[in-house]
């Protein structure tokens, strides 16, 4: 009986091979960018990426998470490059040291969006601080990101800037991309924060509309870092320079600006490459 | 739609193959080894069968993460990350099912051959023949789990385009892009890949019979 056990154990040994052709041998580690779910979503990337992999022959790894878990990916070196939008948290990431170089890119705005029969009031506040606070005071439903994302970390400043306390029944974390927690926003009739582009993106398939825009707590900025290496461990330093060198060039600002003409009629981004902070 | 459809039907397969060949002699093993040793690696399937993929996911990640023990290898968001996955995956499940199909197959039919003192060659022939599509299945079943699990493909292989992007990946993309018309033509495509991945296996296990 165990006579037919022994060609089987060669057959299973060979098949380990099986893996290796998958996988043809880099020379040199491709470049990954961390960035947030809401470039990805707006489908900014989609062509901005494969413009730079051909002027630079680099290839890119683009990993879309939200701007928290982006840089907690380049302070362990997970990552070359960041692209991402919580101004507060990339300083703090620049004080530790974990970052060669920080420049801005562009920016877009956020707004809030929420149903059309608006039960908290907000339509036309002056800012969204005011319309934050009375959200809260009406208990009116709004759906958070709740992860640590750059819209998430913007909108719990905003909380935090109406003296409101975000709890309770009325307040619904999704832990999902902003895309997502907007179809969940939109199926609740409820409130929520967004970046204009992502809205933009999806607001066919939305029953939301916008309540609170061009207020001026609702800049929404965006900044590529290049991440300082980590000691003996595999990192691309040149192929982040580089993305950041071209996402601040001519080049890239044109892409960036052009980007949502032909399908939203209007742009989702406004490039800011070399304008002061 | 082609190329996603084809690196997740080639991932899948690797993986599943990877799996057979780790699984299908250790199934053998269980059933007619002697060692005590069996019953805790059946244990271990058992166990695995309800491994979530996203623990697999997280722990190969984990493992190739450049911060990582393997960081080195610089294999994490390729292919080759999502079918090791895959293969740790879907070893439990071919191997119990391997399992259970020697179990109710082939214990009354080697004796029989051996007390007919049939040659040892023409046994293990015979013996292959009873004991194949019982391995198809088990082998079509690790397909199935390996090629519709979204969880470790995405962790292993970060859904990026024309690398690692895989149909169930690919779905979820759709779905926070709003794009739902192309959610549904990917989940399509999925079925219709399980669809001829059932057909091949009952062609297969009816030539045999």
């Known amino acids: ?277 | 739609m082609l190329e996603i459809a084809a690196l997740s039907v080639a991932v899948s397969i690797v993986a599943t193959l990877a799996a057979a060949v780790v699984a299908i002699p250790a199934a053998l093993w269980i059933v007619h080894g002697r060692s005590a040793a069996r019953t805790v690696v059946l244990a271990l399937f058992g166990a695995g069968l309800g491994l979530p993929p996203v623990a697999v996911g997280l722990a190969v990640a984990f493992t190739f993460w450049r911060s990582g023990p393997l960081g080195w290898v610089d294999l994490l968001y390729t292919p080759t990350a999502m079918a090791i996955a895959q293969t740790i995956i879907v070893v439990p499940l071919i191997g119990t099912l391997a399992v259970i199909s020697l179990r109710t197959s082939d214990d009354t039919l080697a004796m029989q051959l051996a007390a007919l003192s049939v040659p040892r060659r023409a046994r293990f022939y015979l013996i292959a023949r009873e004991v194949a599509p019982g391995f198809a299945a088990a082998i079509l079943a690790g397909f199935g789990r390996a090629v519709a699990e979204v969880g470790a493909a995405q962790m292993t292989g970060g859904n990026i385009e024309g690398q690692t992007r895989v149909l169930t990946t690919a779905t979820m993309l759709a779905v926070g892009k709003g794009e739902f018309g192309e959610a549904f033509s990917y989940v399509a495509v999925l079925l219709g890949i399980m669809a001829v991945a059932a057909g091949v296996a009952l062609t297969l296990q009816r030539r045999w019979a």
């Open chain 1, 1 to 277: 009986m165990r006579s037919y056990l022994r060609p089987l154990t060669l057959v299973a040994a060979l098949g380990l091979g099986l893996l290796a052709p998958l996988e043809p041998a880099a020379a040199e580690p491709s470049v990954i960018l961390a960035t947030t779910t809401s470039t990805q979503d707006t489908g900014l990337l989609d062509v901005l990426v494969p413009a730079f992999e051909k002027a630079s022959g680099l290839q890119v790894k683009t990993i879309a998470v939200g701007t928290g878990a982006a840089l907690a990916m380049g302070d362990r070196g997970d990552a070359d490059v960041l692209l991402v939008h919580a101004p507060a948290a990339e300083e703090a990431y620049m004080a530790k040291g974990r970052g060669l170089e920080r420049a801005l890119v562009m920016h877009n705005a956020f707004i809030v969006v929420g149903p059309s029969n608006d039960p908290a009031h907000v339509r036309g506040s002056a800012t969204a601080q005011a319309a934050f606070g009375a959200i809260a005071r009406a208990q009116a439903l709004f759906v958070s990101r709740g992860d640590d994302s750059g819209t998430n970390i913007k909108e719990l400043a905003l909380w935090k800037a109406a003296g409101a306390d975000a709890a309770g029944p009325w307040y619904v974390k999704t832990g999902s991309g902003m895309a997502d927690t907007l179809h969940v926003a939109s199926q609740k009739g409820a409130y929520t924060l967004t970046d204009d582009g992502t809205f933009l993106s999806q607001r066919a398939t939305l029953s939301l509309v916008p309540l609170v825009e061009d207020a001026k707590d609702l800049r929404n900025v965006y900044h590529v870092i290049v991440v300082k290496p980590v000691a003996n461990r595999v990192s691309n330093q040149a192929g982040g320079e580089a993305f950041a060198r071209f996402v601040t060039s001519a080049d890239g600002q044109r892409i960036i600006a052009a980007y949502g003409h032909e399908k939203f009629g209007r742009p989702l981004f406004v490039p800011d490459a070399g304008k002061a902070e």
